[in-house]
């Protein structure tokens, strides 16, 4: 998807993304508890950098355990980062961020972070370079030794078996309460605007974009994770 095509998309999905998603609402509960002790290490002022936050659910996870950290929220879409400010403000954690809505490129130069997350982001770059300039865009925002947190749709779509997993992730968005023609559209965009690729590649856009070897820490269906040091 071109930039205008991911702002519009998100625009108008943001007053009932969480509602929409709830019943799979452990997937990420899963990858944030693993998060949490990814990023276990950073310092107790630490500040995050979370690129494409949507509704801001990972911030809220992260301000929750970690009452010293400060967030830069990055978002593109107007409804979600409106979202995922309201979500700051009822629990209580709004005056430890900033919002910027926009992407990245956009955002002001400022100190380090010493953490970032990116969870179901890249995926929308079409282009293995533009992706890679997404991740390096991310590596110069951190300080040496930062660490990025990030997760994607990916899969083998040429192996049988990764077919097979695709459907089964198709049933599993089903469960989400999703009408046959929603569920064809997403099929749709899977076939047309997300880059589902295998995940050694995936890793191997991380690294190129400016980062140490990627760790795979998580996997639920298609969603799998990886956390990476940005490069010295």
């Known amino acids: 998807m071109d930039r ?10 943001s007053a009932n993304y969480d509602q929409q998603w709830a019943k799979l609402s452990a997937i990420r509960e899963c990858l944030l508890l693993l998060v ?20 801001g ?49 956009s955002l002001p130069d400022g100190e380090p972070f010493d953490a970032a997350t990116s969870f ?23 300080r040496p030794g930062g660490l990025l947190a990030s997760s994607d749709l990916a899969a083998d779509l040429a192996s049988p078996e990764q077919q097979d997993l695709l459907e089964v ?11 046959p023609e929603a569920l064809q559209r997403m099929r749709d965009a899977y076939a ?14 991380i690294q190129s974009g400016g980062f140490e070897s990627p760790v795979q820490f998580f996997q639920a269906g298609l969603i799998h994770g990886w956390y990476a040091a940005r490069s010295s």
């Open 36 to 55: 949490d002790s990814v990023f276990g290490k950073r310092p107790p002022d630490a500040r995050v950098l979370c690129v494409g936050v949507g509704t």
């Open 4 to 13: 205008d095509q991911i702002k519009s998309t998100f625009d108008q999905q």
């Open 192 to 205: 047309r605007d997300v880059s589902v690729r295998p995940p050694s590649e995936v890793a191997s856009i």
């Open 120 to 142: 179901l982001v890249s995926q929308f770059l079409l282009d293995a370079s533009e992706r890679t300039a997404y991740f390096r865009g991310i590596a110069d925002r951190l």
């Open 57 to 105: 659910a990972e911030m809220q996870h992260l301000a929750e355990r970690f009452p010293g950290w400060t967030f830069t929220a990055v978002e593109p879409s107007a409804g979600m980062l409106d979202a995922c400010r309201q979500r700051a403000q009822a629990h209580g954690f709004a005056h430890r961020c900033t919002f910027h809505e926009g992407y990245l490129d």
């Open 169 to 179: 992730w198709f049933r599993t968005m089903a469960a989400s309460d999703l009408p």
